[in-house]
């Protein structure tokens, strides 16, 4: 059965059965990496489509966030010690792919503005919501510890969704909108 009843008070359960309002910071946190986990599956829906590659690294992306959120969602230290663990090792192969797709791009003068094609002005939609979700992961950290390695992994993701966003427009021959001012 999907519903429970058991959230009809305003509260949620964490992993490891503590309830929360779900006003929580640390609701508020993995309930936004769980929203950008959602616009990354409709992004990496939309590069299968346009058959240029991304998916399968979009895919794995996908399943971090997972990882993530359910890291978030556990406040028992015990438990969070027997989960999988999102590993710096996911942290420097965004910054590889961010590399080589940079190498596939003009060099940027002005400002990008979201759009250019569907899935460009997409990646821009995802960027800005892992920008949120680093932000409320950044309120959680002043009151729960959290590993600085998810951190990392938010910044250089939205970092990684912006010069995908570059590459989806390139690639399909569109001119990038750029900031003139």
């Not at 829906?45 to 058959?51: L, N």
């Not at 759009?115 to 979700?133: E, F, K, L, S």
């Amino acid at each position: 059965m999907i519903y429970t009843k058991t959230g009809d008070g305003g509260t949620t359960s964490l992993v490891g059965g503590s309830r929360v309002s779900k006003d929580d910071v640390r609701v508020e946190a993995y309930g936004t990496v769980d929203e950008l986990n959602s616009h990354i599956g409709l992004l990496a829906e939309m590069f299968r489509q346009q058959g240029g590659g991304y998916y399968d690294e979009l895919k794995a992306v996908q399943n971090n966030l997972f990882t993530l959120q359910t890291l978030l969602a556990t406040e028992d230290s015990e438990i969070y010690a027997r989960l999988p663990q999102l590993q710096i090792e996911e942290v420097d192969m965004l910054e590889r792919q961010i590399d080589t797709i940079s190498d596939m791009l003009p060099k940027l003068k002005n400002f990008v503005i979201a759009g250019g094609n569907m899935t460009g002005a997409q990646c821009h939609v995802a960027r800005t919501v892992c920008r949120r979700a680093e932000r409320c992961v950044v309120t959680l950290a002043r009151q729960e510890h959290i590993d600085e390695v998810i951190l990392r992994y938010l910044n250089r993701l939205s970092d990684y969704l912006f010069v995908l966003g570059r590459r989806a427009v390139v690639m399909t021959g569109t001119k990038e909108d750029l900031y003139i001012n």
